[in-house]
C-alpha cells in the first residue's frame, strides 16, 4: 500500500462516485464537501490485503480504479469469494458507523487505487446530523444482511 496525490481529476471522479454512494446520500452538499478533505488516495498491488475479516473496521474505501475480491472465511482455512468489487463500488461503510470487527476479507484482484476515508474522519457527520446517522445505519445493516445471505448460499 502507498499513499498517492489525489489530482483534481481524481477529485472530481471522486465527487461524482460519492452522490452515487447510497450510504452517503442521506447527507448535505457541506457534509460531502467536509467528507471530501478527510479522503486520501492509495494504491494496492494484485493480491495485497486491505483488511482481513475479524479485525476492527477503522476506514471506509471507494474502488477508483483495479478490482476487490471479497472473501468470507469458511472454517480455518478456507475462504469463499462472494463479490468482485469495481470502480465505483464501496466497501467497509459499518467502520464509518460502529467499528465493528471486519465480516470479511478485502483482497486486490488486480492493482488497485482506492479512496480511503478513515472512520475517525467521518465521526462529525454522525455527532452533526442524527438523523442522516440513522439512515446510514440502515442502509449499512440492509448491506450487512445481503452480504451475510450472499455468504450463505
Same mark, same amino acid.
Given at each position: 500500500m502507498?499513499?498517492? *496525490?489525489? $489530482?483534481?481529476?481524481?477529485?472530481? =471522479?471522486?465527487?461524482r462516485? &460519492?452522490? !452515487?454512494v447510497?450510504f452517503?446520500t442521506?447527507?448535505?452538499?457541506?457534509?460531502l464537501e467536509?467528507?471530501?478533505s478527510g479522503?486520501m488516495?492509495?494504491?494496492y498491488?494484485?493480491?495485497?490485503t486491505?483488511f482481513?475479516q475479524?479485525?476492527?473496521?477503522?476506514?471506509f474505501?471507494?474502488?477508483? *480504479?483495479? $478490482?476487490?475480491?471479497?472473501r468470507? =472465511?469458511?472454517?480455518?482455512? &478456507?475462504? !469463499?469469494?462472494v463479490?468482485?468489487?469495481?470502480?465505483g463500488?464501496f466497501?467497509?461503510?459499518?467502520a464509518?458507523?460502529?467499528?465493528?470487527p471486519?465480516?470479511?476479507?478485502?483482497?486486490?484482484?488486480?492493482?488497485?487505487?482506492?479512496?480511503?476515508?478513515?472512520?475517525?474522519?467521518?465521526?462529525?457527520?454522525?455527532?452533526?446530523?442524527?438523523?442522516?446517522?440513522e439512515?446510514?445505519?440502515?442502509?449499512?445493516?440492509?448491506?450487512t444482511f445481503?452480504?451475510?445471505?450472499?455468504?450463505?448460499?
Open positions: 502507498e499513499k498517492r *496525490e489525489i $489530482s483534481a481529476p481524481d477529485l472530481g =471522479r471522486l465527487a462516485m &460519492l452522490r !452515487k447510497e452517503f442521506p447527507l448535505t452538499i457541506r457534509q467536509r467528507v471530501l479522503i488516495l492509495y494504491s498491488e494484485k493480491g495485497e486491505v482481513r475479524g479485525q476492527t473496521g477503522d476506514a474505501y471507494i474502488i477508483h *480504479e483495479g $478490482s476487490v475480491d471479497i468470507l =472465511r469458511r472454517w480455518l482455512v &478456507l475462504s !469463499k469469494t463479490a468482485t468489487l469495481k470502480p463500488d466497501m467497509g461503510e459499518i464509518l458507523i460502529s467499528g465493528e471486519r465480516n470479511a476479507t478485502a483482497v486486490c484482484a488486480e492493482p488497485a487505487l482506492l479512496f480511503t476515508l478513515i472512520a475517525d474522519d467521518f465521526r462529525f457527520v454522525l455527532y452533526e446530523s442524527p438523523a442522516a446517522a439512515e446510514m445505519r440502515q442502509i449499512a445493516a440492509r448491506r445481503a452480504s451475510s445471505h450472499q455468504a450463505s448460499s
